[in-house]
């Protein structure tokens, strides 16, 4: 067996320190409770934490505090009720028992003095003497005579009561009588004390009316005293005086301006603009008018007669001339106890009566006439067989009037009418424009879209969406009429634009089918004939009218985008093979060029036909410079088809545009004509040249693309072969070819520094912290600890939150024990009682039964 300790080294735990010796030694913890936390390895240098813990002593810090402060809310979570000391300065303790009482007092005070209302104004503060309300004293309620005994405090006295309420035999009579006996008089009755009361306060009421007059007197005096004296006192300065001191300002320019501007008339109020509909519809109604009127003077039928218009009277005109026509008066009588009035007979039945009755007067009169040939009949006879030759001459001529009413009539027929409905197929359309004049036709087209405005009704919009197509159909009809009418597609374009504003998808779904229809037409040719021909004029002037009314600056459009391939299409399909398709693709050119005017997109197709042309008219070709592409050829049958070789139409040879008429249909030419149609089709080339080059004059490949051109125009001049005026139009052309400037430099070797060789420098890198956390700046550190820290404390948070919710529960369920096992004794001892009288009734029923 080992040593044993002694009792005071038993006694002492084995971990205390020397110096404790003497004082009393705390409690050791129990060895079973004491938790080591043992590390798998040890680290030089770290400083450990929580190696040795106690979880019962913590457990039971955690359990007591939870109970002072969770427990305590626990409990407390339904009360609401809170006792305050609201007394002044009752816990603090920096003033003394005097200044509380005092504070105290005046803050009663305050309470007791402040408004009920903070509305009420008249409001004041309540006076008191005594404790009594000076405000119930000045009523005089109880009135204490000081001479009148104790007893009678409060009585009122007897004359009051006599003249207020009648007293009857009480008081005022033994007074009045006692008064009477002295005087030695007879009292007074009441009426006599009544009347006595009325009169003196009648003398009361003299008095203040004579008072208030003598003040109202002696007010006007001192005003009129007043007014004498202030007459001296006001001083007026004279004018020297007052022209010595400063001059009044002149206004500025602003002043005036802004003087004139409150002077300024202000505008009326103007009408609203009407709305498109609100137009349609006036505009509807006025050819309507005009309508019914045409149809009325065609018909022969005169005004209405129940319009009436405004005669002419002068000024000096006194209207005594005034006479009735009829009599208007109508009879009057009462039938069944109704009023009815007696109908005017129509004017044809008075007419007819009245020619009646002037037949019969005749017939009766014509017995009395005829006498014989001795009576006045008969000495008349020659004068009426003459009268009535020259009636028959008068009703042979014409009247004026009604010669008038037939030109009316007539005019009327031939006037346009004013009113159309939409057509429903072309044929409607070209009977209502065949045989009119182009302006008529105009008119007709302007007002079928009046009449028929979307706005008037529900199906107007379709009508005139498919006006549009019967339009485009009828233009292609004259441009394919012998001689075309371009005058009048011309004018048709202004209504062909204004419905396309109106109905953009239905225009543009026209005029792709009449162009997907051409196309169709040149492949169907190509494949049957290999070859292609350029269309009528009614294509070229569709595709005209394409650029006219849509965008062509689009970088894609729905209609400009086909119509651009269909040029290209018709200047690479189509050779050329007389001077009229040289015509047309001199067209087309034109055509191209307004499509890219404004978006300068480079055409190639454009560049090699103008190329061409050049070379057909070329005299000298040398080849340098330049290559021909489809449908050109160097050699061949029109290869030389533009050449002019006869100098007396070079010199006679005036420039003109060329007619579009030409391209329908070319008409049989001389030698000579054909010739100078030759070189108006050169003319015309270099013209689109020209235009080329201020078109793509900006472009970087520009001297590239005019190469060609400018080959064949240096060909064109060294043969002299020309007239003058194209000489100078080629030299002109040349002339601004060269002043176009170069955007491009040849390609160089981008100079750039030698790269130099990489050199293996070690690169040094400061270590912050070992281990896991190595490799990062200070910043990446502080953020890694804060999110580890954030991290820590919720996972806390989260294991109090848990063992808060742990003790509640616990606390819960104590409750409910608590009132289960209260519930259970109490069960428990009704029972007992229960049985208690159960025992005590048994044995008084038996006790009874004995």
């Known amino acids: 067996m080992g040593k044993t300790r002694s009792a005071g080294a038993r006694g002492k735990a084995p971990g205390a320190p020397a110096g404790t010796r003497g004082c009393r030694a705390r409690p050791s913890a129990n060895p079973f409770e004491v938790k080591v936390n043992r590390q798998k390895f040890q680290v030089l240098g770290r400083k450990t934490r929580h190696d040795v813990g106690l979880p019962g002593v913590s457990r039971a810090r955690a359990l007591q505090k939870r109970t002072q402060t969770l427990l305590k809310e626990y409990k407390e979570r339904d009360k609401s009720n809170v006792f305050r000391d609201k007394r002044f300065g009752e816990y603090n303790s920096n003033i003394s028992p005097e200044e509380k009482m005092m504070k105290r007092f005046a803050l009663e005070q305050q309470r007791q003095h402040e408004k009920k209302s903070i509305y009420n104004l008249n409001e004041d503060e309540e006076l008191t003497h005594y404790g009594q309300s000076l405000a119930d004293i000045e009523k005089h309620n109880d009135i204490v005579d000081s001479d009148s005994d104790a007893e009678d405090r409060g009585v009122l ?111 009326p109020p103007s009408n609203r603009m009407k709305t498109e509909e609100e137009l349609a519809q006036e505009e509807r109604e006025r050819l309507k008018c005009l309508e019914a009127e045409r149809l009325r003077r065609m018909l022969g039928k005169e005004e209405d007669e129940h319009i009436k218009r405004p005669k002419h009277m002068s000024a000096d005109d006194l209207s005594d001339g005034f006479v009735l026509d009829k009599d208007d008066r109508r009879l009057l009588s009462y039938k069944d106890g109704k009023m009815n009035v007696e109908e005017e007979p129509s004017g044809e039945a008075s007419s007819s009566e009245s020619e009646g009755e002037e037949g019969k007067g005749s017939s009766e009169g014509d017995p009395e006439e005829s006498d014989g040939p001795d009576g006045p009949s008969g000495l008349e006879s020659d004068v009426q067989s003459k009268d009535g030759s020259e009636r028959t001459q008068e009703e042979q001529r014409p009247n004026p009037g009604e010669r008038s009413t037939a030109d009316d009539r007539e005019a009327a027929r031939a006037e346009l009418p004013y009113m159309f409905a939409a057509p429903g197929s072309y044929e409607e359309l070209k009977s209502l424009l065949s045989g009119r004049s182009m302006e008529e036709q105009l008119l007709v087209v302007e007002r079928i879209q009046k009449c028929n405005h979307p706005s008037l009704a529900v199906g107007n919009k379709a009508k005139l969406e498919k006006l549009f197509g019967f339009l485009l159909e009828y233009v292609g009809d004259l441009a394919t009429s012998d001689p075309p009418d371009l005058g009048g597609i011309n004018k048709l374009v202004v209504q062909l634009y204004n419905l396309c504003q109106m109905f953009p998808e239905a225009a543009s779904s026209a005029m792709k089918f009449v162009l997907r229809d051409a196309m169709h037409d040149m492949e169907g040719m190509v494949e049957t004939t290999s070859r292609a021909a350029f269309p009528g004029l009614d294509v070229l002037i569709y595709l005209k009218i394409a650029g006219m009314l849509f965008p062509t600056s689009d970088f894609r459009h729905p209609v400009v985008t086909p119509a651009l391939l269909c040029l290209s299409q018709l200047l690479t399909k189509c050779p050329i093979q007389s001077l009229q398709d040289v015509v047309k693709g001199l067209f087309v050119c034109c055509v191209f060029l307004d499509y890219v005017s404004l978006s300068q997109r480079f055409i190639p197709e454009l560049i090699n036909f103008l190329v061409g042309i050049l070379y057909i008219a070329a005299p000298n070709r040398q080849s340098q410079g330049y290559t021909l592409v489809h449908p050109f050829r160097a050699l061949g049958k029109n290869s030389e088809l533009l050449l002019v070789s006869d100098e007396e139409a070079t010199t006679t040879w005036h420039r003109r545009s060329l007619p579009l008429q030409w391209a329908g249909r070319l008409k049989a030419q001389t030698e000579t004509e054909a010739n100078h149609t030759r070189l108006s089709c050169l003319a015309m080339c270099l013209a689109l040249v020209q235009r080329c080059v201020t078109v793509y004059g900006a472009l970087p490949s520009f001297h590239d693309i005019v190469q060609p051109l400018r080959a064949l125009l240096m060909e064109h001049l060294a043969a002299r072969s020309c007239p003058p005026e194209l000489q100078e139009l080629s030299r002109s052309i040349l002339t601004e070819m060269e002043k176009q400037p170069k955007h491009y430099r040849p390609l160089v070797c981008e100079k750039s520094k030698p790269v130099p060789l990489k050199l293996f420098t070690p690169r040094l890198v400061k270590v912050l912290e070992f281990g896991k956390k190595q490799g990062c700046t200070k910043e990446e550190q502080e953020r890694k600890r804060l999110i580890h820290k954030h991290k820590r404390e919720f996972k806390g948070a989260v294991r109090e939150i848990r063992k808060d919710n742990q003790f509640l529960a616990r606390m819960q369920l104590s409750e409910i024990m608590e009132r289960d096992a209260e519930r259970k004794r109490k069960v428990k001892q009704l029972f007992n009682s229960l049985a208690t009288q159960e025992g005590e009734w048994k044995a008084l029923k038996r006790k009874k039964f004995k």
């Open 157 to 267: 006295s007897a004359e009051l009561t006599a003249a207020h309420f009648g007293g009857g035999g009480g008081p005022l009579h033994k007074k009045t009588s006692q008064q009477q006996g002295e005087e030695g008089q007879q009292p007074k009755s009441r009426k006599e004390l009544i009347e006595e009361l009325i009169a003196r306060s009648r003398q009361e009421k003299r008095e203040r009316q004579a008072q208030r007059e003598d003040a109202l007197e002696l007010t006007e005096k001192l005003d009129q005293d007043w007014k004498e004296i202030q007459t001296l006192l006001a001083r007026k300065t004279p004018k020297s005086e007052s022209r010595g001191g400063k001059e009044k300002p002149k206004p500025d320019a602003y002043d005036m301006m802004v003087r004139e501007l409150g002077f300024e008339m202000k505008a």
